[in-house]
């Protein structure tokens, strides 16, 4: 059973700084790709950033240029860097990771930006 374990949240002022990391139980070289989702109150979970196997990345247009997402394949191990940040980057964030036949969710954490 693959297990995603996410750390790194809290709560940060506009303007500054988080890191999200993310701890699979398989290898990452295991899945597709892996990537980060989030979700904000009474909106539906969306894209955030995604890393394919081939290391080829993808993020959406509202993060773009502020967040960066990266792998350790040595670890097994994903992060998000994220700059910059907005209130409205507020969300509970979730890693994720997909094989042919599965999608694995962690289990959030929540990111809180202050205006």
């Known amino acids: 059973q693959v297990q995603l374990v996410e750390s790194g949240g809290g709560l940060v002022q506009a303007g500054g700084s988080l890191r999200l990391s993310c701890q699979t139980s398989?290898?990452?070289?295991?899945?597709?790709?892996v990537g980060w989702y989030r979700q904000a109150p009474g909106k539906q979970r969306e894209l955030v950033a995604t890393i394919a196997r081939s290391g080829w990345r993808n993020y959406s247009d509202s993060v773009k240029g502020r967040f960066t997402i990266a792998g350790d394949y040595g670890r097994n191990l994903m992060s998000l860097q994220m700059n910059s940040l907005k209130p409205e980057d507020t969300a509970v964030y979730y890693c994720s990771a997909t094989t042919d036949s599965n999608v694995y969710w962690g289990q959030g954490t929540q990111v809180t930006v202050s205006s």
């Open positions: 398989g290898s990452l070289d295991s899945f597709n790709d």
